[in-house]
């Protein structure tokens, strides 16, 4: 013998009220290119006090998840003369933000920097970094 079972019937007025009290969760997704510049192998790596700073409020993105690229304090390893590929995800930036800067703040030199990325309505980026 099978159950039937009915969808329940929710007032209209909760849904609203719930609906109003959702809170989107909405992430930054930098696809990142670096090309190897020297004669040598280079090693890169990212640092989690790395962020994207909405360049017309105080918002500060955190960095939340990254691929193919190793934390500090381990290295990549990126051969000579080839571009890398390694994936960095944000916490959202707020809905009115139009550009924002995206920094790597080391207590060293030749932290990744890349200034003014003009946001777009997928929320997900492709950059050349530069050392």
Same mark, same amino acid.
Not at 62 to 71: A, C, D, G, V
């Given at each position: @013998?099978? %159950?039937? =079972?009915?969808? /329940? #019937?929710?007032? %209209? +007025?909760i849904?609203?009220?719930?609906?109003? !009290?959702? =809170? %989107? +969760?909405?992430q930054?997704?930098?696809? *990142? *290119?670096?090309?190897?510049?020297?004669?040598? !192998? +280079?090693?890169?790596? =990212?640092?989690?006090?790395?962020?994207? &700073?909405?360049?017309?409020?105080?918002?500060?993105? #955190?960095?939340?998840?990254? +691929?193919?690229?190793?934390?500090?304090?381990?290295?990549?390893?990126? /051969?000579? $003369?080839? %571009?890398?590929?390694?994936?960095?995800?944000?916490?959202?930036?707020?809905?009115? *933000? #139009?550009?924002?800067?995206?920094? !790597?703040?080391?207590?060293?030199?030749?932290?990744?920097?890349? !200034? $003014?990325?003009?946001?777009? $309505?997928s929320?997900?980026?492709? &950059?050349?970094?530069? @050392?």
């Amino acid at each position: @013998m099978s %159950e039937t =079972i009915v969808k /329940p #019937k929710i007032d %209209e +007025e909760i849904l609203r009220q719930l609906q109003s !009290e959702t =809170i %989107e +969760e909405k992430q930054v997704i930098l696809h *990142c *290119c670096y090309k190897s510049q020297f004669f040598l !192998e +280079e090693k890169i790596r =990212i640092w989690s006090s790395t962020y994207l &700073i909405d360049r017309n409020s105080d918002h500060i993105s #955190k960095l939340i998840h990254f +691929e193919n690229i190793s934390l500090f304090p381990t290295w990549t390893d990126v /051969p000579h $003369g080839k %571009e890398y590929w390694f994936t960095l995800v944000f916490a959202g930036l707020p809905k009115d *933000c #139009k550009s924002f800067d995206f920094i !790597e703040l080391i207590p060293q030199n030749n932290g990744f920097f890349e !200034e $003014g990325i003009a946001r777009n $309505g997928s929320d997900v980026y492709k &950059i050349r970094l530069d @050392m």
